[in-house]
Structures are given as C-alpha cells and as structure tokens.
C-alpha cells in the first residue's frame, strides 16, 4: 500500500510559479503510474498531469496546462513533482496525487491511493 503527501502550494500572483511535491512511503515506488488531479469549489475533480511506471518518463497532460506545467518523478526519492509556470487564477484549486499499478490514466476514478491534497491559490 502506498501512502501519499503533497505539499508546495500556496498563494502566488498571476503569471508565477510554484512547484508541487508528492512524497510516497510504501514499496515500489517505482511500480507505480502518478497523477496530479485538481478541484476548485463547485466543478469536478480534473486530471492536470500524469506520468507512467519506471523510468520510460510517458507523460500526459490536460490541454489548459500544456506548456505550462511539467509533471516528473525521482523513483530514488519517492517524489513526485509538478512544476507549475505561467500560472492563471484558473489554476486555482486543490491539487491532489495520486497512484495506480498499471499504465497512465487520465480518469480519477482508476487510481488507487491518493493524498490529502494542497491548495494553490492564483491571484493579485
């Protein structure tokens, strides 16, 4: 079973940066294909980024952060990151991680263990 534990978020102003972190305990870190989902008040949780199992580095992203945002892992750590540029109020949310066996997946419903989440807060 893996645990997970994101942090990073906070308040920046528009067209600013922040970077996420998603630290997992458990084993086989590695075995595992991530996602980063966020929800804002009244909308439905979205799939921002996903990267796969391994080292192969397959990635997907949702169309409104492309170019914007990169998703990574370091399997010897543990971690996963999402590294958030250009950021709009429209990225404000609650950012979630997530963790699945098997292959990328961009439905919430499909991963197995999440984390408590970390609020990002775009706005001047």
């Known amino acids: 079973q893996v645990q997970l534990g994101e942090s990073g978020g906070g308040l920046v102003q528009p067209g600013g940066s922040l970077r996420l972190s998603c630290a997992a305990s458990?084993?086989?870190?590695?075995?595992?294909?991530m996602g980063w989902f966020r929800q804002a008040p009244g909308k439905e949780r979205e799939f921002v980024a996903s990267?796969?199992?391994?080292?192969?580095?397959?990635?997907r992203y949702v169309d409104s952060v492309k170019g914007r945002f990169t998703i990574s892992r370091d399997n010897a750590a543990n971690t996963m990151y999402l590294q958030m540029s250009s950021l709009k109020p429209e990225d404000t949310a609650h950012y979630y991680c997530?963790?699945?066996?098997?292959?990328?997946?961009?439905?919430?419903?499909?991963?197995?263990?999440w984390g408590q989440g970390t609020q990002v807060i775009v706005s001047s």
């Open positions: 458990g084993p086989s870190f590695s075995m595992y294909s």
């Open positions: 990267i796969s199992w391994g080292w192969s580095g397959g990635k």
């Open positions: 997530a963790a699945r066996k098997g292959g990328i997946s961009l439905k919430w419903g499909e991963y197995e263990y």
